[in-house]
């Protein structure tokens, strides 16, 4: 089975900030890997997929990058709204497979 | 618009079965992959299953944690998908949403149900 690894797991960060999420997998995976976005309460919403495409109506604050077996998420300029828990998914593989989570809170 | 809605939640002793329903509407749904995901309290997400479509025999796919105890299933007539639960465990317990695949991808997700198994 892909084991997908995310970092950091918490992070920290202030409105208008720039951050990364990395995730690892634990063989390569092409493009094949998607970002989700979950609020809490919520179910979680496409963000990114095949690493790098933009799902229609997200964000372009939104950008994912790599290939292979690391991958990252960055959002450029945060706004209150971004402040949630974020999973990458494998989807080539079964069993399908996510990581952690990173939860990105407010500083 | 697409419209994804789970029911059949609730809550059941360890050993007991459970049989969750999700409706569709919005989309072609007999030609769609469908997921089921769940979400323990306070956890992260955990793919439980795949049904294709019949193009592709209805065949499924299962996660390890619920591969011959869990079994789904879908009408396309009725837009339906199902997830019939048995031999339900306390570590179970969980939100489980279903989701509509596009591509590879969990375009599409329910607002989900919460199952509970406790004694």
């Known amino acids: 089975d892909i084991q997908l690894t995310q970092s950091p797991s918490f992070l920290s960060a202030s409105v208008g900030d720039r951050v990364t999420i990395t995730c690892r997998a634990s063989q390569g995976i092409s493009n094949s890997l998607a970002w989700y976005q979950q609020k809490p309460g919520e179910a979680p919403n496409l963000l990114i997929y095949?690493?790098?495409t933009l799902q229609s109506g997200v964000p372009a604050r939104f950008s994912g990058g790599g290939s292979g077996a690391e991958f990252t998420l960055t959002i450029s300029g945060l706004l209150p709204e971004d402040f949630a828990t974020y999973y990458c998914?494998?989807?080539?593989?079964?069993?399908?497979?996510f990581g952690q989570g990173t939860r990105l809170e407010i500083k | 618009e697409v419209q994804l809605v789970e029911s059949g939640g609730a809550l059941v002793q360890p050993g007991g079965s459970l049989r969750l329903s999700c409706a569709a509407s919005?989309?072609?749904?007999?030609?769609?992959?469908m997921d089921w995901v769940r979400q323990a309290p306070g956890k992260g997400l955990e793919w439980v299953g795949r049904?294709?479509?019949?193009?592709?025999?209805?065949?499924?796919e299962y996660a390890a944690s619920v591969k011959d105890r869990f079994t789904i299933s879908r009408d396309d007539s009725e837009k339906s998908l199902y997830l019939q639960m048995n031999s339900l465990k306390t570590e179970d317990t969980a939100v489980y949403y279903c989701?509509?695949?596009?591509?590879?991808?969990?375009?599409?997700w329910g607002r989900g149900t919460l199952v509970t198994v406790s004694s």
């Open positions: 998914q494998e989807g080539n593989i079964y069993p399908v497979t």
């Open positions: 919005g989309f072609t749904f007999s030609d769609q992959y």
């Open positions: 095949a690493a790098s």
């Open positions: 049904i294709r479509n019949k193009h592709d025999s209805y065949t499924t």
């Open positions: 989701a509509r695949v596009w591509s590879r991808w969990n375009v599409n």
